[in-house]
């Protein structure tokens, strides 16, 4: 029998994005870092959780 080969989700790829981009924005100069790093940090952050949330009846497609 084979071993199961391990997939790798979207939420995995994007919790890996989000950790190497709050690292770099916390190396950003002081004046971009509040601005512009708190934008990148927002967003990376918001597409985690529309990741990681379920899916809902709405937005279910029909079976």
């Known amino acids: 029998m084979r ?4 997939e790798v989700s979207a939420v995995t790829h994007m919790y ?3 950790l190497w981009l709050l690292s770099r924005v916390a190396d950003f100069p002081r004046n971009h870092r509040f601005t512009l790093g ?3 940090e ?3 952050l918001g597409a985690l959780e529309l990741l990681a949330e379920p899916p809902t ?7």
Do not use: H
């Open 3 to 6: 071993a199961p080969r391990r």
């Open 16 to 18: 890996d994005l989000a």
């Open 38 to 40: 708190d934008r990148i």
């Open 42 to 44: 927002t967003r990376a």
């Open 57 to 63: 009846r709405a937005t279910r497609p029909p079976c």
